[in-house]
């Protein structure tokens, strides 16, 4: 029971992010790890792992969770290949997590804007 | 359903400006690797190949210079509106962030050189502005990209070798070193730098 309450709760935000309603904070992106990453891809056409692991200052397991996590939303794209004989990684940003980016650039401001109007 | 403690209270605007300012740093350090457009770079050193060309058969420094002079606004022109399509192609603002930086550092030094050029053909010192040309722009290049990708930095780094190497060689090869930098040297960095950075 209290693991499908828990699954319930990591499966709400992401349907909620997809479902985007205006006002509701989106929480996929909400998390810094997240949010880095997208922000990062919003200024590059792609990064790869390698790029985005430097640029966050994170670790292997921390990053490949959370883009995972973005990935599942289809807020970015991933594209695995060779290069000679290395894999690599690489990421670009899908529309629905740019649009997930001003949305949520957008809440941001409304919100400093109406803590100021007060 | 047991209530957990809720954590001290942080006045809701400070938390977005502190989450806007992180997108901002986010996107300033991830902009680096595309604020310096490489194909609009190469193009640039189409243009000062031709300049070179046309300057080959001049008679004089001043001659030659006069070419080069001409073909400046093109350069900068190509320049200004590759800088405006990349930012836009990756949706940065134009004036904020890493481009910003760049043609803020930039800019000063080549003002400077401007200054030199006019102070040394009035002293009639005509043979020292190349190097010195290509020693500023290589100086603009260096600080403007030393928060960048490593390789715009090097890029500068040549262009100040090339620079310091034609204040010391012969005014007749002024020519030769300003074909070598700004069409030779600007080709092969725009290259590298479209094929790895995005355009």
Known sequence: ?118 | MASRPLPEPVPINAHAIDNLQFIRETMERAGAFTAVPGWGGALMGVTALAAGLAAWPQPTVEALLAIWIAGAPVALIIGVCAIIRKARSARIPLLSGAGRKFALSLAPPVLAGALLTLVLYRAGASGAIPGIWLLLYGTGVVTGGAFSVKIIPVMGLCFMALGAAALFCPPAWGNAFLTAGFGGLQIVFGIIIARRYGG
């Open chain 1, 1 to 118: 029971m209290a693991r499908q309450s828990a699954l319930a709760e990591e499966r709400q935000p992401r349907a909620r992010a997809v479902e985007h309603r205006p006002l509701d904070l989106d929480r996929l992106i909400h998390e810094r790890m997240r949010l880095g990453i997208v922000s990062a891809l919003a200024v590059n056409d792609s990064l790869s792992f390698n790029d985005l692991k430097k640029l966050l200052k994170t670790t292997d397991g921390n990053l490949s969770v959370h883009a995972r996590k973005l990935e599942e939303a289809h807020y970015i794209a991933c594209t695995k290949f060779f290069e000679g004989r290395f894999p690599k990684t690489e990421y670009r940003l899908a529309a629905a997590g740019r649009r997930a980016l001003e949305r949520y650039l957008a809440h941001m401001e409304a919100l400093i804007q109406a803590t100021r109007e007060r």
